[in-house]
């Protein structure tokens, strides 16, 4: 079974497994357990630069122009939140973004200690992922509208790599940097009838840590329609941002990521 199959699949169980009757109606600021569902179409844009061991400045790689990598797919979003009293929340986030390209440079480029020629099949290989988990507290919380500073840990893992495999060359580099990354930011539910809220949320990190410098964004905009009083269809727009800039001489280089799209998922709630 492909991931989208799986997906699909659990959205459907989820849809026929619950069912409440219209009168049962509990605000959304009032959910105590929520968990989404569903699918996001990710356009990304990235560019690696990976200096050699010694300290020599690499060659910034557009990876989708240059190496092949597809610009769009479609990935599974997963999201849950447990609500504790009224006022605090915590709330799970898995986002990954696995990619691989195949292309014929065009011009030589330089990636860590390997120097890769004009005419060199580069098979290349990057990756994205985060988890997280964010405590809210709502300052604001009512029937109608919730409004909620939060602050995050975000276990992130970014990797690129690189390959030439020919009868007279053969070439592996692989560049990686991980960390746990704390993010604040600002989550807001408006509802603006029993059928229909929305939700947005805004999270951002940056910080200068020894030789590496990193920023880290998520955003996310929601219109939900209640199907039934537990169960929501939604359609949205999620952007990540991620910035990693490294100055140690052995691991020296920048990573840029921006990966934006529409997302549809279904959402239950108690």
């Keep these: 079974m492909t991931k989208l199959q799986g997906v699909l699949l659990t959205l459907a169980l989820l849809s026929a497994s619950v069912a409440c009757a219209d009168g049962d109606y509990v605000s959304p600021t009032d959910d105590r357990v929520r968990l989404s569902l569903g699918l996001m179409r990710v356009s990304a844009s990235t560019s690696v630069r990976a200096d050699t061991s010694a300290g020599t400045a690499g060659i910034d790689i557009n990876a989708e122009d240059e190496l092949g990598l597809d610009p769009t797919k479609y990935e599974p979003k997963f999201q849950a939140m447990v609500r504790v009293g009224?006022?605090?929340r915590l709330r799970f986030d898995y986002f990954e973004l696995d990619r691989s390209g195949?292309?014929?440079l065009t011009q030589p480029l330089i990636f860590h200690d390997a120097i890769l020629l004009a005419g060199d099949p580069v098979q290349s290989n990057l990756s994205l992922r985060t988890f997280g988990i964010?405590?809210?507290?709502?300052f604001w919380h009512s029937e109608r509208f919730e409004l909620a500073g939060t602050l995050g840990i975000n276990s992130t893992d970014l990797s690129a790599s690189a390959r030439v495999q020919t009868q007279t060359r053969h070439?592996?580099?692989e560049e990686d940097q991980a960390g746990p990354f704390p993010t604040?930011?600002?989550?807001?539910?408006?509802?603006a009838?029993?059928?229909f809220y929305f939700d947005a949320r805004a999270q951002y990190f940056n910080v200068y840590v020894d030789h590496l410098n990193g920023s880290l964004g998520f955003y996310e905009f929601d219109a939900l329609y209640r199907l039934r009083p537990n169960v929501s269809f939604a359609l949205g727009y999620n952007l990540v941002r991620a910035h990693l800039a490294s100055t140690e001489t052995s691991q020296s280089g920048e990573f840029n990521f921006d990966a934006k799209g529409q997302q549809l998922f279904v959402r239950v709630a108690f």
Excluded: F, M
Aim: aromatic residues 16%; negative net charge.
């Design 86 to 88: 009224e006022r605090n």
């Design 102 to 104: 195949n292309a014929t």
């Design 134 to 138: 964010t405590y809210g507290y709502s």
């Design 171 to 173: 070439i592996y580099e």
């Design 184 to 191: 604040v930011g600002l989550d807001a539910t408006w509802v």
């Design 193 to 195: 009838s029993h059928r």
